[in-house]
């Protein structure tokens, strides 16, 4: 089946720009994740989407930073105002879940994100 | 907060070598453990998973880890890398539902290349 997909592929963007990346997760998949992987910094986790809970928005960088859900299926990452230490590729995962059970995680290609 | 240490950052081997990556984390409760992989030019892959039972964890391609909870440890090997094998490893962890949910942690990666 599909997996996990993600636009766009590369985006170049200048500094104090927003940005919106877009994730589908794989159909069926109630949970959401967006991190983040740069030079710096390795893999970061930014926020997690979890069926109807509120998200854990606990590794958002800064206010800039904010992420939606729509219709449990469907994410979009926004940057306000854009950095250069936001160049990064923005990963997306998804995943069952179920009370009491664990199940792995199912990465996208990424958006390679850069700003100049 | 959970941390994952990865020991070794640039691994290179000659085929048929044997390997070992090192991979530490720092929390103490219950853990599910990951191993991911990051072919050149691909996404991340799963290689192997532990949550619970057998520590011994085998995984696709010929991987396996073994988990050992006194050393805080889940060291991956594989008995004769192949070219093939050249990726970036990713050592991850997360606290499941009673240690802050299925967030992933990642270690910062090592880099293998396998030579002919």
């Known amino acids: 089946g599909a997996g996990v997909s993600q636009s766009p592929s590369n985006k170049v963007t200048e500094k104090g720009k927003d940005v919106e990346l877009r994730c589908d997760p794989i159909?069926?998949?109630?949970?959401l994740y967006w991190y983040r992987q740069s030079l710096g910094q390795g893999l970061e986790f930014l926020i997690y989407f979890q069926g109807n809970s509120a998200p854990d928005k606990s590794g958002l960088p800064s206010d800039r930073f904010s992420a939606e859900r729509t219709g449990g299926s469907v994410s979009t990452l926004t940057i306000q105002r854009t950095q250069q230490e936001d160049s990064a590729v923005y990963l997306c995962?998804?995943?069952?879940?179920?009370?009491?059970?664990?199940?792995?995680?199912?990465f996208g290609p990424g958006t390679r994100l850069t700003v100049t | 907060a959970q941390s994952v240490s990865q020991h070794n950052h640039h691994v290179i081997l000659s085929e048929a070598a044997s390997l070992e990556l090192g991979c530490n984390y720092s929390y103490g409760g219950t853990v599910n453990l990951f191993w991911y992989v990051q072919y050149p030019g691909q996404h991340l892959q799963l290689l192997l998973k532990?949550?619970?039972?057998?520590?011994l964890v085998k995984g696709i391609k010929g991987f396996e880890a073994e988990f050992i909870k006194s050393k805080f440890s889940f060291n991956l090997r594989k008995p004769s890398v192949q070219w093939s094998d050249t990726a970036e490893y990713f050592c991850?962890?997360?606290?499941?539902?009673?240690?802050?949910?299925?967030?992933?942690?990642f270690g910062t990666g090592t880099q293998l290349k396998v030579e002919l």
């Open positions: 532990y949550f619970s039972g057998d520590p």
């Open positions: 159909s069926g998949h109630t949970a």
């Open positions: 991850a962890v997360n606290g499941g539902l009673t240690g802050g949910g299925n967030k992933l942690t």
């Open positions: 995962a998804s995943s069952l879940e179920g009370r009491g059970m664990v199940y792995e995680q199912y």
